[in-house]
Each structure stands twice: as structure tokens, then as C-alpha cells.
């Protein structure tokens, strides 16, 4: 090893040891608390609260970006008559869906895109019975909205539109939080 090579790798060696040594990862002094700061001005950036509903129903670019910066007690009266369009665009057909909704009635409610929980029925997206009382991991949204855009009343018509044909993940969700699969 040349003299100048043995000094760049003493000074590597020297600025690892001091770097090590000032980023040591020592949590028992608990003499001072990290306080957090929310001031300053906050804007909602996204949101998608069911999936797919935002994508399929306002366009990219600006009206996406306007709509997600949208309050969800302001987009109902907002949007519906966006949706209802994109709804009647995409099924001319509709008249009700498996849930019995009007298309004003269903997209009023895709149009507020939260997620609502109830604390006395069954968490699911849609089991056949229950409605958006939440969503569990293994519930197939996409299959149900599809199925509501395009089933009909009876949730029979269109079956070639009303399933992804996506019936399993990739890997299984795990027994323990955060119950999904680490990356691959």
C-alpha cells in the first residue's frame, strides 16, 4: 500500500470511529422530551378513503387535486353531480344498484369519500347484508364497487364488468399487526 493510500484509509477509519461515536443510538437519558410542533398552515393532500372512487370518477390533474383538498363535509354537495355523470359515462343502463340506491343516491354517497365505521354490525366493506361499516384487509373493494356500478339491481347484470377477477393477494396477511406482507 502506497503512503498516500494508508493516510485515506487512517482518515476513513479515524471519521468512521468519530461518527460512531456521536450517533451511538443511547435511549436511557431521559433528562429531555422531544416536543412536537403543529403550528403553521396544514393542507390536505390526499385522500381515498375507498379505493378506486376518486381515480374512476374525477379526472387527473387539477380536479383530482381540488377534490382530494376537499373537506369530506363539503364534497357530497359538491360532487355528486360530477359523479352521477361519470356513473351514467360509464353504465347508461343504471337505474338502481344490489344496494337498491338511485344513481343519485349512490353517488351521493361516493362522492363523500370517507370510510364509515359502525361500532354494531360487522367491520366490512360489503358482505351482501352490511355497508361501508369499514373495511377489513381481506374485503375485495374493488369487486364490490364494480359490482355496484355495473350489477344492476340484482347485482347479476354486466358479469363480465363486475369483477377484477384479482381473488387473492400475492402473499397472506400475517397473524399479528401489521398483518401485511413485508415487501418483496
Same mark, same amino acid.
Given at each position: 500500500?502506497?503512503?498516500?493510500?494508508k $493516510?485515506?484509509?487512517?482518515t476513513?477509519?479515524?471519521i468512521?470511529?468519530?461518527?460512531s461515536?456521536?450517533c451511538?443510538?443511547?435511549?436511557?437519558?431521559?433528562?429531555?422530551?422531544?416536543?412536537?410542533?403543529f403550528?403553521?398552515? %396544514?393542507? /390536505?393532500?390526499d385522500?381515498?378513503? =375507498?379505493?378506486a372512487?376518486?381515480?374512476?370518477?374525477i379526472?387527473?390533474?387539477?380536479? +383530482?387535486?381540488? %377534490?382530494?383538498?376537499?373537506?369530506?363535509?363539503?364534497?357530497?354537495?359538491k $360532487? /355528486?353531480?360530477? *359523479?352521477q355523470?361519470r356513473?351514467m359515462?360509464?353504465?347508461?343502463? *343504471?337505474?338502481?344498484n344490489?344496494?337498491g /340506491?338511485?344513481?343519485? /343516491?349512490?353517488?351521493?354517497?361516493?362522492? &363523500? #369519500?370517507?370510510?364509515? @365505521?359502525? +361500532?354494531?354490525?360487522?367491520t366490512?366493506? %360489503? #358482505?351482501?347484508?352490511?355497508?361501508l !361499516?369499514g =373495511?377489513?384487509?381481506a374485503? #375485495?373493494?374493488?369487486?364490490?364497487?364494480?359490482?355496484?356500478? *355495473?350489477?344492476?339491481?340484482?347485482? !347479476?347484470?354486466?358479469?363480465?364488468?363486475t +369483477?377484477?377477477? @384479482?381473488?387473492?393477494? #400475492? +402473499?397472506? *396477511?400475517? &397473524?399479528? %399487526?401489521p $398483518?401485511?406482507a413485508?415487501?418483496?
Amino acid at each position: 500500500m502506497n503512503k498516500t493510500n494508508k $493516510y485515506k484509509s487512517i482518515t476513513i477509519a479515524l471519521i468512521a470511529a468519530v461518527v460512531s461515536v456521536n450517533c451511538d443510538n443511547d435511549d436511557s437519558n431521559n433528562d429531555s422530551v422531544a416536543s412536537l410542533d403543529f403550528s403553521g398552515n %396544514f393542507v /390536505q393532500q390526499d385522500q381515498m378513503a =375507498r379505493p378506486a372512487i376518486n381515480t374512476v370518477f374525477i379526472g387527473s390533474g387539477a380536479p +383530482k387535486d381540488e %377534490f382530494n383538498g376537499t373537506i369530506p363535509s363539503a364534497m357530497g354537495t359538491k $360532487y /355528486q353531480s360530477v *359523479f352521477q355523470s361519470r356513473l351514467m359515462a360509464l353504465n347508461p343502463a *343504471f337505474t338502481t344498484n344490489a344496494l337498491g /340506491q338511485t344513481a343519485a /343516491q349512490f353517488t351521493g354517497l361516493l362522492a &363523500t #369519500d370517507v370510510l364509515g @365505521v359502525s +361500532k354494531v354490525a360487522p367491520t366490512t366493506f %360489503f #358482505d351482501g347484508t352490511n355497508v361501508l !361499516t369499514g =373495511r377489513t384487509l381481506a374485503d #375485495d373493494v374493488i369487486d364490490v364497487e364494480l359490482l355496484l356500478i *355495473f350489477g344492476g339491481p340484482m347485482g !347479476t347484470s354486466n358479469p363480465g364488468l363486475t +369483477k377484477d377477477n @384479482v381473488n387473492a393477494n #400475492d +402473499k397472506a *396477511f400475517g &397473524t399479528a %399487526f401489521p $398483518y401485511l406482507a413485508s415487501a418483496w
